[in-house]
């Protein structure tokens, strides 16, 4: 099946640094990546859209300039939490849908997520 | 407004019984998918059943069938014969719009579920 694989799992940095995440797509090819961000006993909340080879998409809220994406390949997006507060400690995680599956009702696949404790 | 929503924070079954986990939606898109998904306390999302709005039979995966109804607008998540490891965060989500882009997924606020012994 589709496997979504994500780096680090967890992760704990000072405040004022930058932290990059990875979201890797292992078994096929993801033109289209989604990052949520989830607080504990909480909803996923869509931030954005990665888009291979394009400007992502932010959702309404969401500081561009904060959560830097790229998606450089078909295979790999990367979440850059810049100058990060304890207020962006959450769990973030990200998705993708096998588009050769096609069909409008193929699920999202999620990474495992990672957990960023900013102190 | 709220696209989906999930009225119980918390839900407890006794083990081996069945469980109904609710879901209310709304879009003015005539094509939309629902899906469930299970979030253990290790954080991973595993996908349990997907149901279309076309789609004119409920949906069923082994131990979980899908309560569709459309007039309602509800997609409700049945769980047949409770088992322990079912105790996690059921999270219902909805995909709007046959072109949308790349397939988002909005969620619900999720159910707890607690099976008890």
């Known amino acids: 099946g589709a496997v979504v694989s994500q780096h680090p799992s967890w992760v704990i940095c000072k405040s004022g640094t930058s932290v990059k995440i990875e979201c890797r797509s292992l078994?096929?090819?993801?033109?289209?990546m989604f990052w949520y961000r989830q607080f504990p006993k909480q909803s996923l909340m869509l931030m954005a859209t990665s888009n291979e080879g394009s400007k992502a998409t932010y959702e309404q809220g969401v500081e561009k300039d904060k959560f830097l994406i790229n998606h450089a390949s078909l295979t790999l997006s990367t979440l850059t939490v810049t100058s990060a507060h304890p207020e962006d400690s959450s769990f973030y995680i990200c998705s993708a849908r096998d588009e050769e599956q096609g069909a409008f009702g193929s699920p999202l696949h999620f990474g495992n997520g990672t957990r960023l404790t900013v102190t | 407004a709220q696209k989906i929503t999930q009225t119980q924070p918390g839900m407890f079954v006794q083990e081996k019984e069945a469980v109904t986990l609710d879901c209310t939606y709304d879009?003015?898109?005539?094509?939309?998918?629902l899906f469930w998904y299970k979030q253990p306390s290790s954080g991973e999302m595993i996908f349990l059943i997907y149901q279309g709005s076309y789609d004119q039979q409920n949906a069923t995966e082994g131990r979980y069938s899908l309560n569709f109804q459309k007039a309602r607008k509800s997609a409700n998540l049945v769980i047949s014969a409770s088992q322990l490891g079912d105790s996690a965060m059921y999270f219902c989500a909805m995909r709007e719009g046959e072109y949308n882009q790349g397939g988002k997924l909005i969620f619900g606020q999720g159910t707890e579920l607690s099976v008890k012994p």
């Open positions: 879009t003015s898109d005539p094509s939309y998918g």
């Open positions: 078994d096929f090819q993801a033109t289209t």
